[in-house]
């Protein structure tokens, strides 16, 4: 099986998911549509002001942090693979009457469909697992920036990745040995959701991901690791600080999310 395949199997899988996630907790909708922000408390920490910047957000599901960033003043592109998330984004973005702009395209293929650099590009959480080219990725975000312009990533860190659930084993590599196929059921934001469809997925260490971004001459301003997640999307979690979990019964703490930012 090619990549285009394995990328048509996590499409089909992201449209089933779509109608669950809009509906889960998780995603607390009724009190996002009230005003609240989708965006944590480490991606508002590092960021900064977004006020009149124009933002590209790669692999923005449907669309929750990318219309927060237009709350928040900025002039915002999203772009998904996933038809159902990408008309669910621009439903959003009609009943919040904002000016967002929306894409349905595979990350990779970002350029054939935007000319616009941006000062800004974003993404965040369980993103590049879905991709198994980090330099081709890479590339995309250098191209798609300004001269000067800066590339936030938070994502969830390659440790927690390495473990199953809801036994705390390793259980998979922490580098990158090609696709792993599964077939689950449900979803992380709705476990109970009848969804039962194969995925393709890689796992990327932080060294890849960081030289594949190094490689295309952007320049790191800083890294950072966090013990804890913001979303209780791993089994076996617990909140240890309202809107902080942390996963299994370890004596040490782990890392569950590493954050950094880039500049053209």
């Not at 995309?140 to 860190?157: Q, T």
């Not at 709705?190 to 469809?197: G, K, Y």
Request: proline share 5%; charged share 25%.
């Amino acid at each position: 099986m090619d990549h285009h395949e394995k990328f048509e199997a996590n499409r089909a899988l992201w449209n089933a998911k779509t109608a669950y996630h809009v509906n889960a907790e998780m995603y607390k909708m009724d009190k996002w549509l009230a005003g609240e922000t989708s965006l944590d408390e480490i991606v508002l920490n590092e960021i900064g002001d977004v006020q009149d910047k124009s933002l590209l957000h790669l692999q923005c599901h449907f669309g929750q942090d990318t219309l927060s960033f237009a709350r928040m003043g900025a002039h915002v592109t999203g772009i998904d693979m996933s038809d159902e998330s990408i008309l669910k984004a621009k439903e959003l973005n009609t009943t919040l009457d904002l000016k967002a702009q929306f894409i349905r395209c595979n990350v990779l293929d970002t350029r054939h469909h935007i000319d616009q650099k941006f000062d800004l590009v974003y993404t965040s959480y369980g993103t590049i697992c879905w991709l198994p080219d980090l330099d081709q990725w890479a590339k995309i975000v250098a191209d798609s920036l300004i001269d000067g312009g800066k590339f936030y990533m938070a994502e969830f860190h390659p440790i927690i990745h390495m473990f199953d659930y809801p036994k705390e084993d390793i259980t998979y590599p922490y580098f990158n040995i090609g696709a792993v196929e599964e077939v689950n059921e449900g979803t992380y934001a709705d476990p109970d959701a009848p969804i039962q469809q194969r995925e393709f997925f890689w796992l990327h260490s932080i060294s890849e991901t960081i030289n594949a971004l190094r490689n295309q001459g952007l320049h790191l301003e800083y890294f950072n690791e966090h013990p804890y997640s913001p979303y209780d999307c791993f089994g076996n979690s617990k909140e240890i600080q309202p809107g902080k979990y942390v996963f299994g019964s370890f004596p040490h703490p782990l890392p569950h999310v590493f954050s950094m930012q880039w500049t053209k």
